[in-house]
């Protein structure tokens, strides 16, 4: 009897181990554990999980919007949105690499892929075709920036660390910029059926 429920155990560890969720964590939900365990290791204020978690998940939105802005150049039906989807890829990446560099300078995680939530707007997103597609990217992408342009905006004042709030300041106008883009291509849209 003994031995059937450790055969029974073994196995059910053995299948668990062996499901797709088991290997699969979530990127953002990852970085911000492994900030947490490090800031605590550290003994560090509450300022600078602040910190972290702005660097988070200014990652996690930039890597969506990129995402979605990648997928845009090969589904977009409107020129204006396929051109507006090309300038977001080439700009995101200047500020991705700032990011990953001061994450690295500053030995925090940064997720590595699309969490859970991103992830599921992607889908929605992609799942999308022709004017549905275009106006819900950047229906999207207006949400997105103007949680950027907030986040940044507080961080370039309130960041403890002085590199994050230099980095926060540099970058905001780049994406108070990439705002007011989106939104002369949403008003180009509002007409379309």
């Known amino acids: 009897m003994a031995s059937a429920r450790f055969l ?15 290997s699969q964590k979530d990127p953002v939900a990852e970085a ?7 800031i605590k290791e550290a003994a560090v204020t509450e300022r600078q999980e602040r910190d972290a978690d702005f660097m988070v998940n200014a990652a996690s939105s930039g890597l969506l919007e990129l995402e979605m802005s990648k997928l845009a150049q090969q ?3 409107t020129p204006a949105v396929r051109n507006l989807a090309q300038s ?12 990953r560099n001061l994450a690295q300078q500053k030995n ?11 992830q ?3 889908a929605e997103l992609s799942a999308l075709t ?14 997105a920036h103007k949680q950027d342009v907030d986040a940044f905006e507080d961080m370039s004042k309130d960041a403890y660390d002085g590199d994050i709030r230099g980095f926060a300041a540099k970058f905001l106008p780049t994406l108070e910029k990439h705002l007011d883009e989106v939104g002369v291509v949403e ?4 007409n379309l059926p």
């Open 108 to 118: 925090l995680m940064l997720p590595s892929g699309l969490g859970s939530d991103q």
């Open 75 to 77: 589904k977009s039906t």
């Open 88 to 99: 977001l890829v080439q700009q995101h990446g200047q500020v991705s690499t700032a990011l």
């Open 8 to 22: 029974l155990l073994g196995c059910c560890v053995a299948l668990g181990a062996c499901s797709p969720d088991a």
């Open 120 to 122: 599921k707007q992607y």
């Open 32 to 38: 911000r554990f492994q900030n947490e365990k490090r």
């Open 187 to 190: 008003d180009q849209l509002e």
């Open 130 to 143: 022709g004017t549905p597609f275009d106006k819900r990217y950047v229906e999207m992408l207006v949400e």
